[in-house]
């Protein structure tokens, strides 16, 4: 089993910035690859980063590409997503979710386990 806690989400003006941080327990933190995902009312759940066990290879959707930054730090169990040059359309619920193992993984259906979510919204 892994826990997940995500935090950081919050209210900011486009253009703006946030860093949400996703904090994991219960299983060897640096054997499995974690992914950003974010669900907007009314839509599906989509990819936004994923990143492999060390850090080593990232994804990013190519709407956010250039603007977030996945990183991990396998020593304090937490994975992070700086969110720079937010727009409106970045509004969402941003969820971190935990991979079966070390790789790189990119779709939702392959993610175990999931974080309760964290509310940003970006104001135009």
């Known amino acids: 089993q892994v826990q997940l806690v995500e935090s950081g989400g919050g209210l900011v003006q486009a253009g703006g910035s946030l860093r949400l941080s996703c904090a994991a327990s219960?299983?060897?933190?640096?054997?499995?690859?974690m992914g950003w995902f974010r669900q907007a009312p009314g839509k599906e759940r989509e990819s936004v980063a994923a990143?492999?066990?060390?850090?080593?290879?990232?994804y990013y959707a190519s709407s956010v590409k250039g603007r977030f930054t996945i990183s991990r730090v396998n020593a304090k169990n937490t994975v992070y997503l700086q969110m720079n040059s937010l727009t409106p359309e970045d509004t969402a619920v941003y969820y971190c979710?935990?991979?079966?193992?070390?790789?790189?993984?990119?779709?939702?259906?392959?993610?175990?386990?999931w974080g309760q979510g964290t509310q940003v919204t970006v104001s135009s």
């Open positions: 990143i492999n066990w060390s850090g080593g290879s990232t």
């Open positions: 979710a935990a991979g079966p193992s070390s790789g790189l993984y990119v779709f939702k259906s392959q993610y175990d386990y």
């Open positions: 219960g299983r060897t933190f640096s054997s499995y690859g």
